[in-house]
């Protein structure tokens, strides 16, 4: 069983458009996360999602918005996509005051 | 923020060689980890390590957290070592990562 598991793996998709991307864990964790792998492969945090408080990186676009339905999911919205927007997007989740954070497999975004 | 810096950036090695990576932050941390990105893209938790030493198989792995620094010892390494490597530190509520090194292992 994949313990943080996110779909899709790849996304192509015009400039303008809608798009969302899927993350589940069933590790029991209660902290989930949004990251942004850029080009030059830096990791940077985007959001992280604790006990329904949502934490958000002051620089991401109001563009992204996460969505949690429960505590095994954390879902990425992103609207009016810009090619800027083309990344690797990783989701992650830990248990928080615990030690490993544990990510998914990636979706490679690339917005044409 | 806590600031995270990794070296070397780069390092190339033929299979069978040893290495260090080194990581150093900007404050003290209650949890440090490394992560290995494989040439296929996924993240692999090698070592959650705040302080001290650690084992598993080839690798080691020291904290020196009054210094703030670590470091990843990569010993007889494989050309399955190739990829990424990342350390990260909490800060706050998420975890920051350091830029990575970018391991090359040579048959």
């Known amino acids: 069983d994949t313990a943080v598991s996110q779909t899709p793996k790849y996304l192509v998709t015009q400039m303008g458009n809608d798009k969302s991307i899927k993350c589940e864990q069933n590790?029991?964790?209660?902290?989930m996360y949004w990251y942004k792998q850029d080009s030059k492969k830096f990791l940077k945090i985007m959001f992280s999602?604790?006990?329904?408080?949502?934490?958000i990186n002051e620089t991401v676009p109001n563009r992204f918005s996460p969505k949690s339905p429960d505590k095994a999911h954390l879902n990425l919205h992103i609207n009016s996509l810009e090619l800027g927007d083309s990344a690797v997007y990783f989701c992650?989740?830990?248990?928080?005051?615990?030690?490993?954070?544990?990510f998914g497999s990636g979706t490679q975004l690339s917005v044409l | 923020g806590i600031q995270v810096e990794q070296s070397p950036p780069d390092l190339i090695l033929q299979e069978g060689a040893n290495s260090t990576l080194r990581c150093n932050f900007s404050?003290?941390?209650?949890?440090l980890q490394w992560f290995h990105q494989n040439p296929w893209g996924q993240l692999i938790n090698l070592f959650y390590?705040?302080?001290g030493t650690k084992q598993n198989g080839r690798l080691s792995a020291t904290t020196v957290a009054t210094e703030r620094y670590s470091l990843l010892y990569i010993s007889s390494s494989q050309t399955t070592d190739s990829g990424v490597y990342f350390c990260?530190?909490?800060?706050?509520?998420?975890?920051?990562f350091g830029p990575g090194t970018r391991l090359s292992v040579l048959p």
């Open positions: 390590i705040p302080s």
């Open positions: 590790l029991g964790h209660d902290t």
């Open positions: 999602y604790n006990n329904k408080e949502l934490i």
């Open positions: 404050d003290s941390v209650n949890n």
């Open positions: 990260a530190v909490e800060d706050g509520q998420n975890f920051v």
């Open positions: 992650a989740s830990s248990q928080w005051g615990d030690e490993k954070l544990f």
